[in-house]
C-alpha cells in the first residue's frame, strides 16, 4: 500500500504527451513533437568541453550539498549584472535543475495546513510539489487574452493559512511576461500579507517583445527579503537532461536547502556543474544571443501561420517558447454528440490524425488551453504548426457535415 501524497499528486501531463507522441513515432509514425517544454538543439560547446575537462581531470566527488562554491560565486555574478541587484556567493545554492530549487522552497517554508497561492494556468509541477510539502495549492485564474492575474483576484484568495505565492514569469504556459505594475502590486501584497515569494524565471531569456525580463526584485526590490528566485541553465542553455538549476535567496533558505540537499541528493551533478562553471568563465553570450534569434524568428513564422485559425484568437507568446491557443470559442461551437468534445480531445486528434503533438490545457488546469512550442526544429515547426491550423479548421466543417 502506497502512501497517500503519491495518490495526491498529479501525473506529468506535459511528460504523459511527450510519451504518447514518442509512443506513435516508434510505432513507425512520422510525429511532428510540438508538446516538448525544450528547445532541440545542441548545447553550447563551452558546456561540452567544461565538461570534458572535468572527466579528463578525474572529477568523481562529493561537493557541498549547494554546490562548488565558485560556481555559486559566478552565478552570484551573472544574476546581478542580470537583475541590477547585488548576489553574493552566500545568497546561492546550486540545485539539480529549477524543481529542484522550487521543491527546497516548498519544503523550507511550508507546514502542513499552510496555503500556496498559485496562479493558473500552472505548470503542474507548483501545485503537486506544494501538496508534498502537506500544505495546499490555492489557484487564481489568470483570463485570456493577457493570462495576467488580476491582483484584486489575487487578494481575495488570501487567507489566515496564506504562506506563499508562486510567481512564474515568464510563464509557463500561456507565454505571458508580467510587467512592473502586477510585480509590484504583487510585492506589496506580499509584503502586506508576510507571504514569501517563490519566483520561478527559468525562462527568462526568452522576451520576445517591448522590454527584458523583468525579476520581481528588479520590479520591488523590498521584496528581496521574501522571495526565492529560482532559474536554471536547463532551457537557456538548452540542456534539459543535464540537471543545473540555482536559486537565490535569504540565508535562513539556503541552510535549509544546504540541509535538504544533503539529505536528498546531496549535490547536484558535479561534471555538469564544472561544465557550467566554464561555460559561464569563457562564454562571450553568442550562443544565448543566436539561441533567442532562432526563437525570435520561430515565433515570428509561427504566428504567421497561426493567424490562418477561425475562431481562435492569435496568441501573445510574449515570452518562454510556446504558442498557448484559448479554444473556448472553437470548443464551445462544438455540437452536442460529436466525438470531439474538449481541448483533450482535440490534442488526440492532432496526433492521431495530423501527427502533431501537443499539450491540453487540462494538465495545467485550463480546460480551454492548447500549447504548442516553439522549440521544435524551425522546418518541422512550420509543417506542425501548418497541420494544426487545418485540422482545428477542418473540425468546422465535420460538424456542419454532422
Ligand atoms: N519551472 C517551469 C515553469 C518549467 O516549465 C520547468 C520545466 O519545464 C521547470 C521549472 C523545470 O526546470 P528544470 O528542468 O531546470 O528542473
Redesign the pocket.
Known sequence: MLAQRISLLSGSGTAAAREAAQEAAAAGRQIIDLAA?EVITEPPSSVREGAIAAIKAGTNRYTDSIGLSPLRAAVAEKLSAETGVGWNTEDIAITA???QG?LDAALAVLDPGDEVIIIRPC?P?FPSQVVLAGARPVFVDACPPTYIPDIGTIRAAVAPRTKAIIV?SPN?PTGAVYDRTILQAIGDLAINYKLWIIS?E?YSSFVFTGSRHESIVMAHPGVRSRTILVN?F?KELAI?GWRL?YFAAPREIISAAKKLQTHTTSNANVIAQHAILHHLRVADGRFERQLHQRLSAARNAGLRILAGLQGVSPPAADGTFFFYLDLSRLVSALPAGFPIRSTDDIARLLLNEAGVGSVAGSTFGDVNGLRLSFGAPPDLLESGLKRVVETLTSLKTRTAAA
Open positions: 517544454g535543475g529549477a524543481k522550487l505548470w509541477t512564474n509557463n520561478d527559468c536554471a536547463s534539459t538549476g
